[in-house]
């Protein structure tokens, strides 16, 4: 399922020719998260929404940037949630963003969310690229010349194992799990080197492509973490999982969560990598 693909390569193009000056700078208030909304967050949004109104099997959609959620095709069978730009802060600094999305059963049993199906992100870094699940596969793409998304490569984390981390380690004292910390020490210990961009989806890219973990736990003043399930955290333990890594809530894999409707940016304590690093926290 191609989906999304002309609104990323809308977005890559705003953010190439516009002033990101402009489009870092604050847009109204505050969103669901208690987040600044920056110009790009709602730019990119409506970019996103615009394409979802023309697709008749997605009965509806979760943005962070809308409260609720909204339902625009009565038959159709699945809900999609997305982060229209993730690394608001990065914006204005030319620092690399990205847009993430989650593609779930709709249950009609039950009324609710069911599974995720398909997952994908798009990093707007030096180069324009995608990243998405394809049966049981995941798929790199990147933008060419000619504004077409070309297959580079299969991705999976099999046989990778570089000592990178990467965590907002400025939290330290703030950190719940005691393993949180004692694994910050033996990072230390272990020559591994720390790395951190500030946007989950250049952080989590990274460590598809050179192993290692990424982590946002749960901290006394985000008891839940910071990262949102439906439109982040579960996309990525989607893809992290089908590459061959692991996805940790502190207490169980990622994916065993569900999204509850009455509670659509909730947010969850995150560890996505390799399996030999996840399984330090288990
Ligand atoms: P968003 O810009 O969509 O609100 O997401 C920002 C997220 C994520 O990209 C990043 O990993 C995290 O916030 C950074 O938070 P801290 O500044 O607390 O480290
Ligand atoms: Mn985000
Ligand atoms: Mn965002």
Known sequence: ????????????????????????????TENSSGDLVKELDIRAHNIIIDEIHKIPYIKGYISEESDDITFTSPDGQYIIAFDPLDGSSNINSNISVGSIYGLYLWDTELNGIGEIVVAGYCLYGPSTTLVRTQNESVKMFQLNQENEFKFISNLSLNGKSSKIYSINESNYYKYKNYKVKKNLIKYKMNNYSMRLVGSMVADCHRTLIQGGIFMYPATSKDPEGKLRIAYEVMPFAKIFELCGGASWDGEKSVLKNKIDLDNIHQKIPTYLGTKEEIYKFT
């Open 1 to 28: 399922m191609n989906i999304l693909e002309t609104s990323f390569i809308q977005i890559s193009s705003l953010i190439r020719n516009s002033n990101n000056l402009k489009l870092g700078s604050i847009n109204s």
